[in-house]
């Protein structure tokens, strides 16, 4: 059964605060990602990972950056976060290229005041 | 620009009937398809998916079709309960491409005792 885990469920931080999210997964899936839902947007793609050490941009990279040391984990940055970086942050898995489904985690709700 | 649209933000059924979610794409590449189930404060999961060789799939009470020409999916259930409510999300990729998906902006789903 596959298990992807988000570090924390909700978290507050101030403007200007740098914010680590981190996910783990325990199915040696080679493809990672992480989202951010929000109302009227659905799901968008910020960052995704095929291997480690091995990142690409999505749709919306804009303030964030990731890290892949090891293969179960995988980590958004937010450098110095601002107030319209409030958001559900999703991390999810998936094995193979580009089809299967992805596994997601239950997800971040981050604040920032 | 939006490559896969749910038009519909929300929609009521009553229990026992059957519920049609649709969702239109632009991208003629796309040729892996999947729905995804949302509860609230939980992350997404994986509820069914369909390849462009295919033009239906089915597991259960959930169907899914496909019009290539039309660029057209809909879900259906049937018959609808009232565990069914919940947000869908159709997402649309590219077999053995960059591994991303792209997200509709999802259609909440009530389904009245």
């Known amino acids: 059964d596959v298990k992807v885990t988000q570090s924390s469920r909700y978290l507050v931080k101030r403007t200007g605060e740098k914010v680590f999210l981190e996910c783990v997964q325990d199915?040696?899936?080679?493809?990672m990602f992480w989202y951010r839902q929000d109302p009227g947007l659905g799901l968008r793609l910020i960052y995704f990972?095929?291997?480690?050490?091995?990142?690409e941009k999505g749709d919306i990279p804009e303030g964030y950056s990731v890290s892949r040391e090891k293969k179960e984990r995988f980590s958004l940055i937010l450098e110095s976060a601002s107030t319209n970086q409030t958001s559900m942050y999703l991390c999810?898995?998936?094995?193979?290229?580009?089809?299967?489904?992805?596994?997601f985690g239950p997800g971040t709700r981050l604040t920032v005041t | 620009d939006q490559q896969v649209k749910q038009n519909s933000p929300s929609l009521s059924v009553q229990e026992g009937r059957i519920s049609i979610l649709n969702c239109d794409y632009t991208?003629?590449?796309?040729?892996?398809f999947l729905w995804y189930k949302k509860y609230p404060a939980e992350g997404p999961t994986f509820l069914i998916s369909?390849?462009?060789?295919?033009d239906k799939n089915e597991d259960g009470r959930f169907t899914v079709f496909l019009n290539k020409s039309a660029k057209h999916l809909s879900l259906h259930i049937v018959p609808s309960q009232p565990g069914d409510s919940a947000v869908y999300f159709c997402?649309?990729?590219?077999?053995?491409?960059?591994?991303?998906?792209?997200f509709g902006t999802g259609t909440r789903l009530k389904v009245l005792a």
């Open positions: 999810a898995s998936s094995p193979g290229q580009g089809s299967g489904e992805q596994y």
């Open positions: 199915m040696d899936h080679e493809n």
């Open positions: 990972s095929y291997d480690v050490k091995m990142k």
């Open positions: 991208n003629s590449m796309f040729d892996y």
């Open positions: 369909i390849s462009s060789i295919k």
């Open positions: 997402a649309a990729s590219v077999i053995g491409g960059t591994y991303k998906y792209i």
